[in-house]
């Protein structure tokens, strides 16, 4: 009896079935119009598409990050130890795009 009650003492809040289901479809959805667009010759040749790719990675990895690891769910100082560092590897890739612009 012991051992459940210090197991209920711990016990997080995790995303139900049915959260799983609509992040499965968001991914999905996103994944399509990523396919999609690279279809689209005319915005293949446009400046918006490698933006606009980076973009909707950006957004499932993000999706992917806060619902299957589990951090949107954790405590806040993980949030933010993983935050912090990829923000600024993320503000590093974008000075070497713009340092390195062709």
Known sequence: MSNDRAHADHVHEHPTW??????????????????????????????????????????????????????????SLFRKLFTGPLLIAGATLVAFLFLFKR
């Open 18 to 75: 049915k959260q799983y289901k609509w992040v499965a479809l968001w991914l999905f959805v996103i994944t399509v119009v990523e396919v999609w667009a690279y279809y689209i010759p005319a915005f293949v040749a446009s400046k918006a598409f490698v933006p606009a790719l980076l973009l909707m990675s950006a957004v499932k990895f993000t999706i992917v990050v806060m619902f299957y690891m589990h951090l949107k769910y954790d405590h």
